[in-house]
Structure formats: C-alpha cells, structure tokens
C-alpha cells in the first residue's frame, strides 16, 4: 500500500510538471502586450513599456518559464499582475472557500443519491421511472441556469438567502451556511443525476446476487442487507463516479462562484484567465491539479478499504 | 424500515434553520454605519505611486488624501494644499500644505513627503503616471512649502493633483514588502487587511484620528468587486450595495423596482476615431469630404439604440457638457443624411464609394460592428474587418494600424486633457501622430494663454475638429450610478466613480 501511494504521488508531480509546461506555453502564446492589458488605454507608451519590463515579459520564452519554474518548486508563484497580492496569498485565502463548497457539494450528492439511488433500485416502478428522468433533467440543464433559478426565488423572491457574497464560518457559522447553501445545492444538481444512475444500477446488480438470498435467508432485516452489506458491495463503482465528479465540482464551482460573487478559486479563475494574469493562472493550474491529483489518490484507497478485492497488495 | 415521516419533519427543520441564515456576506446594504459600494474594477495597485484612477478611484481615495480635491462640480478646492500659485510662464507652481497631517504610521505629512511621491508617481506603473509627464521636479523649500517645477506649462495639472497623482502615502512605507496590498495614507479609513479579500471585497475601517472628520460618514466602508452583470444586478436587487455604478443599462428598470435612484452621468463617448487625416493608409480618409461623408453616413439615434439601450445623448463631438468648449450645435452639427454622404464622397472622387479595413473585437459587441458595416455600406463604402482581442484592439489604435476605428473615449474635465489624450500630434488616440497647424495652434494657446484665451482656443479647437471630421462621435452612454433610500450621492464630473466624501447617509 505505502508503494502504491508513492509511486501514484510521484506520477501526480510528473502530471503536475507536464500540465503546467504546457499551460505557461499557451498562456505565452496569447499573452499580447502583457502592460497595455494591465494599464488600459490611458496608460502612455513609455509607462507600458516600463510595466513589461519591470514584468520581465520581454525577455524570451525558455527564461521566463526558467525563473518561474525555479520559484514555484519553492513555492513561490510570484505576484499577481493585475492585484499585486502573492500568488500564494491569492490561492490560500479562497481555497478553504472553494473547498467548502466542494465538499459540501460532494457530501450532498452522495447522500441524496444513495438515497435516490437505493429507492429507485428498491421501489422499482414508478419510483426507479420518477428518479430517471429527474435525473436526466439534472443532465440537461446547465448548473448556472440552476444557480440563477436558485437565487431568483429564493434569495431575490422568497428572501431566505443573500443573493450574492460569502461569510467566513469564523465569523458567523449561521451566516456561512446561509451563503454556502444556495451554492452548493447548486453545485450538487449536476452531481446528484450522475451518481443516482451509478448507485441505482450498483444496487440493482448486487441485489440478484446469491448472497444477498442468503443474508435474507438468514433472518437479516432488508434494510440491514441493504445498507451495511449491498451498499458496500455496490459502493466501490459509486465511489469511483463521485471522484470524477468531484473533479467536475472543482470546475462548476468557477460558474457557482461567478454569480453568487463568492471569493473562492473559481471567481479569481475567471478573473485571472480572462485577463491574462499568468502568475495567478500558473498557481491554480499547479493547485488544482493537485487537488485533483490527491482526490483521486484518496479515493482509490478508500476502494480499497471498501472493497478488499479492490486493495493493491 | 425507513421512516420517511421523521425524515420529513428532519427535513423541513433544517430548512427553516436555513432560511433563517441570511446574515449579510460581505457586508450590509449601508445600514448607518457601514458604506457598501459595488465597483465593476478591481485596484491593480493601493500603492500612492502606483494607483489607477477612474473605477479605481474610491480604493485609494479612502486612504490617501490628494494634495487638491475637486468638488462635484470639478471645482478645485484645498484640501492637503491650502493654496497655490502658477508664476508668470506657469511653469512653477508654489504650493502651501498643512502642517497638521500625520500618516496612520504616525509619521509627519511635510513638503518633502509630498515632493517624493510625486517624483514616485511620475515615475512609477500607474496607468496615470503621463499625467506628470511634465514634471520637472519638486522639492520642499520648507516643511509647509513645496516647489513644483514643470518643463512646459500643464493646464491640468492642479486637476491631476486632484486625482491620483496628488495622493500622498506615508515615506516611510514606500520600502514595505507590502506596500502594492496594505496602503499608509491619512485618509479618512484605513484598509482593514485581516477582512480583505484582494481582488473581491476591500473592506475599509474609520480612522480615528482623520484631520478632516467632516468627510468621515461611515464607521466601515465595504468595496465588493462584480465581474459580471448578473451578480451586480443580484446584490442591488437583494439591497448588498449602498451605491455601485452598473455595468451596462439592461436592468435599469429591475434596479429601480428594487428601490434605487439611478444616477446618470456622461463620461464617454462613442464612435470612430477617423485617425488617418493625411491618408497614409487609405488615401480617400486624408480628404475632409469623406470624413464629413462617414459622420452623414450614421443614423445616431439608431446608434444610441443599438449600443446603449437609449440610454444618453447622441452628439457630433468630443468635447463633454461640462467643458467651456462645448457647444450645444455641435451635438447636431451631422445629421443623418446618406444621400449628403454620397455627394461628398462624389466630390472628393469616390462617386462609386471605396473599401476599408477596420478592426473589429469582441469586446465592443460583436453586433456593433455588422450595424457599423451596414450603414457605412448604405453610402457605398465596404467596411472588411480583422478580428482583434480587445487589448490587440487598442494598440493597434495606438499604433494607428487602421484608417478608422470604432472606439469608446473618456471625456476629461479639463481641455487639456482632452487634447492631450485624443487630438494633440502626440496623443494616445491620434495614433497616426496628424500634425494638424491649425490644431496644434489651438492647443498651444489652451496650454500656455490666460483664461479667456484658452476658452476661445477651445472652442474654436472644438469647432474646426467638427468640420475637418477628425471624428465620427455618434452618442455620449448615460452611465447610471445606483444609490438606495438610505444613502445620499453625488456624482462627480469627469469620474466614472462619485468620490468617498460625497457619499453619506440620508
């Protein structure tokens, strides 16, 4: 297991490596006038030309990406071209943010689509039809669509939330919830219809194994058979599913943070990206990746701890 | 078994919780003691040296005092100086400053405070910094007395000592290593670092030891950066702004219904710089006539319409409203007239029309550009475009790369600065550098005449730019600033934000 885990570490940071080369390799491409872009129209020659040269965006490729290279294996991704804040300043204060939101989401979906899930694979029927084409309409609709329906009735019509902003849970845990919550079920819609199909199919299967007969022979509750044995049983490709989706979270969450004006990693990806600011898109490149790297290191071992036929010995 | 009736009750508790959790993110909608602004620009810099202006404007203004201020009309009044002075070639401006000052770092506001950071300003990144182009040098003659030296003589200057580059920061933070993130000025807030989120949400604290309380009227002032229509449009109609400016004029009509006053101000204007006056590029462009013949060629209120929602006043010049150059025929000097457009590119020798390149972006509205193609098509001339990302777009207009160009401009307050910005040979935006006697004559007398003379000079700059079509300006946007019931603004001329001082509680 330890061996495992380093060598899909090690191959997260070659990932790493190969990701951001040949992200600072497009970014370079489209950079343009890096100083006119930070300055505006206004902006006299000779003070844009200063601002490329104090940026050193007029020195050539292989340098630039050099220096950048050499720093950001310290950890430092320098300093944002259109704020001036560091760039790990910018990442760290609006990751927990992001994470929140995230996790949030992830824990929402994976709930309510086991529940979902579980029924629909129980009920049959009507049920598993109800649960099909709420999830294919989960499918088809796109989650900034949901985001606005959800902030039009109930921040803007019915008042139960703020339409837009976030508190920190250190400043009040009722006012955080009340500004992560509109998000993160937003977050979760999309989630929700792609695990719900994963764990109603899972349960299906495992339900017309022999030993599921077997425990029901054996005097077993239903819901016991079902949700301390078939749930396991079933949970590994569930699993599976959600981690992809998280990565997919990752990504909804840069539309979600967009219009509640939530200042997390997606709000300053769209900011950063739009504008060209090369040292803060760098940093979430190397940090997203990350996130995404270690996600689905963790998943595989908890399949493994699911699910022993799974582990890697 | 499942118990679905608990679940229920479960459920419809922890939703009522919820709907109880809406205390305010980021701040109230001005609530007495806390001023929240939405802006639509985040600052690039609080450093004093490096600061923008414009949208960026109420960053630094919390912090830093200036050396002048403007009133909302553009008057210019003490604030930092108490009075001042030009000699007689007005290359030499003596100024008197308070002697009461200090930086919330406790260190003393002095003469040579003030003369190190306008050196720093005129030498520094801010988008601004031309505005001391002239700067010579300044130096303190005594703690109270600072001597500004300029190599020519700058009509706008005091007006620049107004803005950004007469915002004075602490000497002693100049060398911080946070110095662009965490201002020292002795303004009347401090920025608050620990509730700051770069980028998204400044939050400001009342410093208690201001000089000047009377401009103090909130205990915390709040600026939330919007990226986007939809969630500036929401925090208005959820009452999370005191004031904010909007992005565009679409939901006015929402922004009302939820209880605010609209503001609206004119600080730009739209239409074609016609840059290529000597026809170095497009030889039919360097022929007055055909310039004349392109501003016949627009159907302005139809411009207005499609651009900004009717939202303004559509105009045949530059020059703002609150300029003495100004002139009320000059709004209606082209009518829309294609069959006079076809006369005068007849005249000129293009009975038949010609064909340009034009730069479009994306930028300005994809659409724009095909209403722009049609019109000038109706007289004969075929527009082909080259797409450009919006910054490639105004280096190009810099570089004068194209004949002509669609473009929006800031209208200034002083003159000057409208010359020196669009119409002087060494103008940003007179990208083909045109060395125009006639015009570069007008601009002398504004720079270096009394009063009365700099007032005829403009307008009769004004006037001749109208007639020779340096320009094709179809509408000036009414740009909307939003205020609730509870908060008293004023809009400021020449800015495209109100300044901090004139925002207040009813």
């Given amino acids: 297991m330890l061996s495992f885990t380093l060598r899909r570490l090690v191959s997260g940071v070659i990932l790493l490596f190969v990701i951001s080369s040949l992200a600072y390799l497009l970014l370079y491409l489209g950079a343009g006038n890096v100083g006119r872009r930070i300055l505006g129209s206004q902006a006299s020659e000779a003070t844009v030309a200063l601002k490329n040269q104090q940026l050193g965006v007029d020195e050539p490729l292989i340098t630039r990406y050099l220096s950048w290279l050499a720093h950001a294996v310290t950890g430092d991704f320098g300093t944002s071209w259109f704020t001036s804040q560091p760039v790990d300043q910018t990442i760290t204060s609006r990751l927990a943010v992001t994470i929140s939101l995230v996790i949030g989401a992830t824990i929402l979906s994976g709930v309510i689509a086991t529940v979902l899930g579980v029924w629909a694979a129980r009920r049959r029927g009507w049920a598993d039809r109800v649960v099909q084409v709420v999830s294919v309409l989960g499918f088809a609709i796109p989650g900034f669509l949901i985001a606005i329906f959800l902030v039009n009735v109930f921040a803007l019509g019915l008042g139960w939330f703020k339409p837009t902003g976030y508190v920190q849970i250190a400043t009040s845990f009722s006012g955080w919830l009340g500004s992560v919550t509109l998000p993160i079920v937003a977050l979760s819609i999309g989630a929700i219809a792609a695990i719900v199909q994963q764990v109603r199919g899972s349960v299906i299967d495992a339900l017309r194994q022999d030993w599921v007969r077997t425990l029901r022979s054996r005097g077993l509750s239903e819901n016991r058979v079902v949700f301390k044995h078939v749930l396991r049983n079933a949970g590994g490709p569930a699993l599976a599913v959600l981690a992809v989706q998280f990565v997919g979270l990752v990504g909804g969450a840069v539309i979600v943070e967009q219009i509640f004006a939530i200042p997390g990693l997606g709000q300053v990806s769209v900011t950063a990206t739009s504008q060209g600011d090369v040292p803060v898109v760098m940093g979430l490149v190397v940090a997203i990746g990350a996130i995404v790297v270690i996600v689905n290191l963790l998943i595989d071992l908890i399949q493994g701890f699911l699910n022993p036929k799974a582990r890697v010995s | 078994m499942f118990h679905w009736k608990r679940a229920a009750v479960i459920a419809t508790a922890a939703a009522l919780t919820l709907a109880g959790c809406s205390a305010s993110p980021s701040g109230s909608g001005g609530?007495?003691?806390?001023?929240?602004?939405?802006?639509?620009?985040?600052?690039?810099?609080?450093?004093?040296?490096?600061?923008?202006?414009?949208?960026?404007?109420?960053?630094?203004?919390?912090?830093?005092?200036?050396?002048?201020?403007?009133?909302?009309?553009?008057?210019?009044?003490?604030?930092?100086?108490?009075?001042?002075?030009?000699?007689?070639?007005?290359?030499?401006?003596?100024?008197?400053?308070?002697?009461?000052?200090?930086?919330?770092?406790?260190?003393?506001?002095?003469?040579?405070?003030?003369?190190?950071?306008?050196?720093?300003?005129?030498?520094?990144?801010?988008?601004?910094?031309?505005?001391?182009?002239?700067?010579?040098?300044?130096?303190?003659?005594?703690?109270?007395?600072?001597?500004?030296?300029?190599?020519?003589?700058?009509?706008?200057?005091?007006?620049?000592?107004?803005?950004?580059?007469g915002q004075m920061e602490s000497a002693e933070a100049f060398d911080n290593a946070d110095v662009e993130t965490n201002p020292v000025g002795s303004g009347p807030y401090t920025l608050n670092v620990d509730e700051t989120v770069a980028g998204t949400s400044y939050v400001y604290d009342k410093n208690p030891d201001y000089w000047l309380p009377e401009q103090q009227h909130y205990e915390k002032v709040i600026m939330n950066f919007f990226g986007d229509s939809t969630s500036l449009l929401n925090a208005i109609q959820g009452g999370q702004v005191s004031v904010s400016t909007t992005i565009d004029n679409t939901s006015l009509a929402q922004i009302t219904a939820a209880g605010y006053t609209l503001s609206p101000v004119e600080n730009n204007w739209w239409g074609l710089i016609i840059g290529d006056r000597d026809g170095t590029i497009s030889p039919p462009i360097g022929d007055p006539k055909v310039r004349q013949a392109l501003n016949y060629a627009?159907?302005?209120?139809?411009?207005?319409?499609?651009?900004?929602?009717?939202?303004?006043?559509?105009?045949?010049?530059?020059?703002?409203?609150s300029s003495t150059s100004y002139s009320d025929d000059l709004d209606s000097y082209y009518s829309y007239d294609p069959e006079k457009a076809k006369e005068l590119l007849a005249e000129a020798g293009y009975p038949d029309g010609f064909a340009l390149t034009m730069p479009s972006s994306a930028g300005f509205g994809a659409s724009n550009f095909a209403i722009i193609q049609q019109q000038l098509a109706d007289v004969g001339i075929t527009v082909t475009y080259e797409d450009l990302q919006v910054n490639d777009y105004i280096n190009a207009l810099i570089a004068g790369t194209y004949p002509v160009a669609l473009m929006a401009l800031q209208t200034d307050p002083t003159d000057w600065q409208v010359a020196q910005f669009s119409i002087d040979k060494t103008a940003n935006f007179n990208g083909f550098h045109t060395d125009d006697p006639t015009v570069q004559g007008y601009i002398s007398q504004i720079q270096t005449g009394d009063e009365a003379t700099a007032e005829e000079a403009g307008k009769a700059l004004n006037e001749y730019i109208v007639e020779q079509g340096w320009f094709a300006p179809w509408f000036r946007p009414a740009l909307n600033f939003v205020s609730n019931s509870t908060t008293a603004m004023e809009t400021q001329v020449g800015n495209s934000y109100p300044y901090i001082w004139n925002i207040e509680p009813k």
């Fill in chain 2, 298 to 321: 627009f159907d302005r209120d139809a411009m207005l319409q499609a651009f900004a929602a009717g939202e303004g006043t559509t105009t045949t010049q530059i020059f703002p409203t």
């Fill in chain 2, 31 to 165: 609530e007495g003691d806390t001023l929240t602004l939405g802006v639509i620009q985040p600052p690039n810099s609080l450093s004093a040296q490096n600061a923008g202006w414009a949208n960026q404007s109420p960053y630094t203004q919390a912090v830093y005092d200036s050396l002048i201020q403007a009133d909302p009309d553009g008057k210019l009044v003490p604030h930092l100086a108490t009075e001042w002075s030009y000699n007689d070639d007005n290359t030499v401006l003596t100024m008197t400053l308070r002697d009461d000052v200090e930086f919330t770092d406790g260190s003393k506001f002095t003469a040579d405070v003030a003369a190190q950071n306008l050196i720093r300003f005129r030498d520094g990144t801010s988008p601004n910094a031309s505005f001391l182009v002239n700067l010579a040098d300044a130096k303190a003659v005594d703690d109270t007395h600072l001597e500004i030296t300029l190599s020519q003589a700058d009509p706008a200057l005091t007006t620049y000592l107004s803005q950004n580059a």
